[in-house]
């Protein structure tokens, strides 16, 4: 019941802030558009095929990263609006409430992932097996936890939006740069590549590459697993920064 | 009021807490008894609102304890958790949401029974007269309205201790009289205590069982408001709580609304 209610107050605050969800779908179509048809010509000269089915995934996995970080980063404006006061002094263990408002985050995350995709399809992405582009929801999902545990983990520690540029800048921006959402991972130099290895957003992209497009570069069963440990470990992290929050 | 008899709900030992620089309370001593109502009153800075965060979990101590209700709040944040009910100094509330969801929200966040919740919810927002405008956003609300719906949800729980953290700033004297009536009727039928802070003398002391005034981190009196008139020889409580803590104002910040954080962070 208590981690059903917070999760049901992410869904509303997000179902209520309609320009949000709008507004944060101009740069995944941005991105689709200019680069999907703007390096396509090129893509498929240098024998990658259809680039658009490369780089959808891509893009979806990018949406999802920068919502569920937004997400996981509204532990702030919850600390300085007050209402995570509220929520502190409540006889719930911190657990539970970071738990439950991780999955509402990692909620909001997917559905803008679902609303992505919906897209991707108009403009021409084919993804390879209705079966498949349903388990990719759950892929979806797991990289939405991941990351919103990440964002609340960060937020935990932080005292005000002042550090929100230092954080995308610096991590948000790498870790989708880096991730091979854009560009193929197989001939890579070196350095970038064991970047882009130790970028769990990677697997995330894989994963969905996998699921949508059956060109998975590690492995569907690795990018799992990666994932699944990746969201554990953040989210035990991500509690008990935020059961040590003192306001 | 038969305090002595009384057993004791709060029980504040050597309590200590050290920002960075600051000693913003420094080792004090007190106790409430059960049923009763305890004013904690100071000038800006004086190290109430730091006191009201570490009895209720949000802070912890430098060193010293607080039994709450039985609960050692440093050791058991849970059960004193539990056991407590507040209405902060500064917003609290979800302003995305509408009135009667951040009701609802701690109406589950506290474990109490829907039918129960659903018409005390009412008689609550009836009292402090929001319950027409309960499907409305609280941003679209006043700074007036704001407030009482925070004293309506601190009082949706009925618990054992509630503390109050200057509860009656900016609300005009009709609601503040009946937030009064309602804390009132909630002692005498459930023996709730209250802990107070306000700046408003005259609400200490027509509300307040027993007062303490702290100033500078410290203690410097407490007593009934007769004892403290007494021991300064003055005839208001006003007059009292000047000759105790001086004339001079402080230069910490107010504490209406608005962006907190960084004013916490630099508060005594």
């Known amino acids: 019941m208590i981690l059903y209610i917070l999760w049901l107050r992410q869904i509303k605050r997000y179902l209520r802030s309609k320009s949000r969800i709008v507004g944060s779908l101009g740069q995944p179509i941005l991105f689709l558009v200019a680069l999907g048809f703007g390096f396509g010509p090129i893509y498929a000269k240098a024998g990658g095929g259809d680039y658009l089915q490369f780089l959808a995934p891509g893009i979806i996995a990018m949406s999802i990263l920068f919502t569920a970080i937004f997400a996981g980063i509204e532990v702030i404006w919850d600390k300085q609006f007050g209402f995570l006061k509220e929520t502190l002094v409540a006889p719930v263990s911190r657990t539970k409430i970071m738990i439950g408002r991780t999955l509402g985050g990692a909620t909001v995350a997917t559905i803008q992932g679902l609303i992505v995709f919906i897209i991707t399809l108009f403009i021409g992405f084919r993804p390879v097996s209705i079966l498949m582009a349903v388990f990719s929801f759950v892929i979806m999902f797991l990289i939405a936890m991941l990351f919103t545990a990440l964002g609340t983990a960060i937020a935990s520690r932080l005292e005000d939006m002042q550090g929100f540029q230092l954080i995308s800048n610096f991590l948000v921006m790498p870790i989708f740069f880096l991730s091979g959402a854009l560009f193929p991972v197989d001939s890579l130099p070196k350095g970038i590549e064991v970047v882009v290895r130790i970028d769990p957003l990677s697997y995330g992209v894989d994963a969905l590459r996998g699921a949508l497009s059956n060109t998975a570069h590690f492995g569907l069963g690795l990018d799992l697993i990666v994932l699944v440990s990746f969201v554990v470990i953040i989210t035990i992290i991500g509690a008990w920064q935020f059961s040590k929050i003192e306001i | ?268």
């Open chain 2, 1 to 268: 009021m038969t305090e002595i008899f009384s057993p004791t709900i709060i029980e504040v030992k050597n309590l200590v807490k050290r920002f960075k620089k600051v000693e913003a309370v420094k080792d004090i001593s007190f106790s409430v008894a059960k049923g009763e109502s305890f004013a904690f009153l100071g000038p800006n800075g004086a190290g109430k609102t730091t006191t009201i965060r570490m009895l209720t979990t949000l802070l912890d101590p430098t060193s010293g304890s607080v039994i709450l209700n039985g609960f050692n709040v440093d050791k058991n944040p849970s059960d004193t958790r539990r056991s407590f009910g507040i209405v902060f100094q500064d917003p609290s509330l979800d302003t995305e949401l509408t009135a009667y969801e951040n009701m609802y929200i701690h109406a589950v966040l506290y474990a109490i029974p829907k039918d129960i919740y659903t018409k005390r919810i009412e008689e609550l927002m009836t009292m402090v007269e929001l319950w027409d405008r309960r499907d409305d956003l609280v941003k679209n609300f006043s700074g007036g309205m704001k407030r009482r719906l925070e004293i309506a949800r601190g009082l949706l729980h009925h618990p054992k201790v509630l503390f109050l953290d200057e509860p009656t700033l900016g609300l005009d004297p009709q609601t503040r009289n009946l937030m009064w009536n309602y804390i009132k009727d909630l002692r005498e039928k459930e023996g709730l205590t209250v802990f107070f802070t306000t700046h408003y003398m005259e609400e200490a002391d027509r509300n307040a069982d027993r007062i303490a005034i702290i100033d500078h981190g410290v203690i410097v009196a407490q007593g009934k408001s007769e004892d403290l008139k007494k021991q300064t020889n003055t005839e208001t409580l006003e007059d009292a709580f000047l000759a105790l803590t001086g004339k001079d104002i402080r230069e910490t910040t107010g504490s209406d609304g608005g962006n907190m954080m960084k004013m916490w962070h630099g508060r005594r």
